[in-house]
């Protein structure tokens, strides 16, 4: 195997890897051929993702994997399913998209995880993890219904695998014995360490206190009784055998094989030879190794988890006479010299980040809990400094809002911070075991509105109308970074559930304070701007991140604008007063319409009986693609252009009547 230790920035020379245009045609090559596709497929994936960015860690990893499942199975009559996706970069070069590729996570290129719109190789649409079973198992009992001879694989990592839906698949695989295959790609890594592994389980059983004492207590009193030793050793060699992995797919109805080396293309073949033939459910464990062949990688499999494109160095700046400069250089300087520098944008995840660990300072009851979102979420700090205090729980979201519904009864004040499009996971627990109970659980929702590249698997465009509904909740959307840091101890300092939710990537520069003082007065809104004009004929009624459009189009417009700050509960009084004072009310969100912010508005109006033209602007009855943030806000008419347009559409139409 090839190892790099650098990302190719031309095209590698791929002559065996270009013959071949479908996955047909690794089943006519040699142990040795299949060999150099591996390498020129990883040469190609290293190449690719760096003229792109995106994911590339698990793909390295799965490179010879790859090669063999397609060789051994007849894709795509036979169906293969990849969890999450994050791994399926070879895949996707070997079914045809090889050109493609370089196009992944941009707009209007390839989608980032497996889409069944994209290639009939794709049989499962993904992007959230711990799918792949109870999908493949539905295709396997289709076709026992439909008695059609195909096979079923669902390839899995340990990481997905620590989820609860995972193993009720494999649970109920076990009971009706369907003739699935599930592929456990061990890698011991999920995007950052994984808890409650595969890789740890051994570990933690034979380490326990409790085996630890049996084992102990056992030597001591048998070492008195002849031969007692002998039988002691061979009875722990079995109970190790019960807690084995074999043993634990096995009691639930599998038939395992493993582990075996997920990097050796022979041991591979050979394997799925064995099980992709036998009828019932099988298990294939397989150790692979994240960023396998990059060395960067391999030793910071985290930090390569997913890279951001490679960029051309910079042309040298056009050299200047130091003496006399020119009139335009030195205005620039001028004016740069005169203006007061701008704070420096900082993500909303940090300025998240940073609040966490100023609360946990003050506040010893604080806990910290997220599924397995440690990195994105920025609980790094926070998780070195209390981690006595923070708890990820692994892929279980449902267990993550429950496990803080539980703290919560104990005096204890949670804080979950979870992605929109993750939440959405854990809705039940939210309503059953948080809001119904009215428990003091704050809910950090990162990643709301339109995340960009990972499309609409990820995409937070949701969860205002999936939480406006809950009774008992409080939701705030801040403007800027010192409005999300505000409203973060606002809704810690709330004795009952409250959810604020903020954008991915950086805020519009606002001045962050030191202290934890600043709050924001729930239910009420923030006048930004007041028409000047006498007849005073737009409102514009913003929502979290598209207050800074809004603010845009209002000096265009000499419109009002309003910073509602809270979705629930809305102003009362701001609403009905420029609904009074204005012709137009608009409202904007990131975020649908239907059920949406705008929603709440319009039945406030309804039920005030009050009479007044609204239009209200957001994600439409649609799942929006995958695209850099700014390109799908433009689509969505959700910038400043498009607001703008939208209402001069909306006056025109009245001034028609």
């Known amino acids: 195997m090839k190892l790099f230790d650098e990302i190719p920035t031309r095209r590698p020379f791929t002559p065996l890897l ?47 994997l790859t090669v063999a499942l397609h060789r051994a199975l007849e894709t795509p009559h036979d169906r293969l399913l990849w969890d999450v996706g994050h791994q399926a970069y070879p895949h996707k070069i070997l079914t045809g998209r090889r050109e493609a590729l370089a196009s992944i996570r941009q707009y209007g290129g390839l989608a980032a995880f497996p889409r069944r719109e994209e290639s009939p190789f794709d049989t499962f649409g993904v992007g959230h993890s711990s799918t792949s079973i109870s999908a493949a198992l539905g295709m396997a009992l289709s076709a026992r219904t439909k008695g059609e001879k195909r096979r079923v694989c669902a390839v899995i990592g340990d990481g997905a695998l620590t989820a609860g839906m995972a193993f009720e698949a494999l649970a109920h695989a076990g009971h009706v014995k369907a003739n699935l295959l599930v592929v456990l790609n061990d890698n011991e890594m999920s995007i950052s360490e994984n808890v409650g592994g595969m890789a740890s389980y051994l570990t933690r059983i034979l380490t326990s206190k409790p085996y630890t004492a049996m084992r102990e207590n056992g030597k001591r009193v048998l070492s008195h009784l002849p031969g007692a030793l002998e039988l002691a050793r061979r009875t722990e060699e079995h109970v190790k055998g019960m807690i084995s992995p074999a043993t634990l797919f096995e009691e639930m109805g599998f038939n395992y094989l493993g582990p075996i080396d997920g990097h050796d293309l022979a041991a591979l073949n050979q394997a799925l030879e064995t099980v992709r033939d036998l009828d019932g459910p099988q298990f294939l464990h397989v150790r692979t190794r994240k960023g396998r062949g990059f060395r960067p990688a391999e030793a910071d499999p985290i930090g390569f988890h997913a890279i951001t494109k490679l960029e051309k160095a910079p042309p040298p700046p056009p050299q200047v006479d130091a003496i ?67 708890y ?48 003091d659980v704050t809910f950090a929702i990162d990643r709301a509105g339109l995340v960009g590249e990972d499309g609409p698997t990820h995409h937070g465009a949701l969860d205002l109308s999936y939480l406006r509904c809950v009774p008992d909740i409080i939701i705030l959307a801040p403007a800027d970074e010192a409005e999300c840091r505000a409203m973060l101890s606002t809704a810690y300092h709330h004795p009952g559930p409250a959810a604020v939710r903020y954008p991915r990537g950086t805020g519009p520069g606002s001045e962050l304070p030191t202290d934890l003082a600043a709050r924001v007065p729930i239910g009420e809104s923030e006048r930004r701007r007041e028409s000047g004009a006498a007849e005073k004929r737009v409102a514009l009624l913003a929502f979290g991140s598209l207050n800074t459009p809004a603010a845009e189009v209002a000096e265009r417009l000499d419109a009002t604008h309003l910073n509602m700050r809270s979705v629930k509960p809305l102003d ?38 009050v009479e007044v033209q609204v239009l209200n602007l957001g994600i439409s009855d649609a799942f929006v693609e995958h695209g850099k943030p700014a390109e799908l806000l433009r689509d969505c008419g959700l910038d400043a252009t498009g607001i703008e347009a939208a209402i001069r559409q909306r006056l025109n139409t009245n001034n028609d009547r």
Request: proline share 6%; aromatic share 6%; hydrophobic share 45%.
């Open 18 to 64: 270009d013959t071949l245009e479908s996955p047909a045609g690794l089943r006519t090559l040699s142990l040795t051929q299949q060999r150099q596709v591996a390498d020129e497929l990883r040469a190609y994936l290293l190449y690719s993702v760096g003229c792109s960015g995106g994911h590339f860690g698990a793909g390295l990893g799965v490179v010879e």
């Open 324 to 390: 006399t400069p020119p009139a335009a250089a030195m205005s620039a300087a001028e004016a740069a010299a005169q203006s007061p520098p701008r704070p420096k944008p900082r993500k909303y995840c940090n300025v998240f980040g940073d609040w966490l660990c100023d609360m946990a300072a003050e506040d010893p009851r604080l806990i910290g809990i997220t599924p397995a979102m440690r990195e994105g979420s920025d609980l790094i700090r926070f998780s070195q400094a209390y981690p006595e205090r923070y």
């Open 572 to 609: 009362r009084e701001a609403i009905l007063a420029a609904a009074r004072d204005h012709n137009l009310l608009v409202t904007l969100e990131e975020n649908v319409v239907a059920g949406g912010a705008g929603s709440g508005i319009n039945e406030l109006l309804a039920a005030e009986g």
């Open 392 to 439: 990820d729980v692994a892929i279980a979201e449902q267990h993550a809002v429950t496990l803080a519904a539980g703290m919560a009864c104990e005096a204890m004040k949670p804080v979950v911070a979870i992605y929109s499009t993750f939440l959405q996971r854990g809705y039940d627990q939210l309503i059953h075991d948080v809001a119904v109970q009215h428990l």
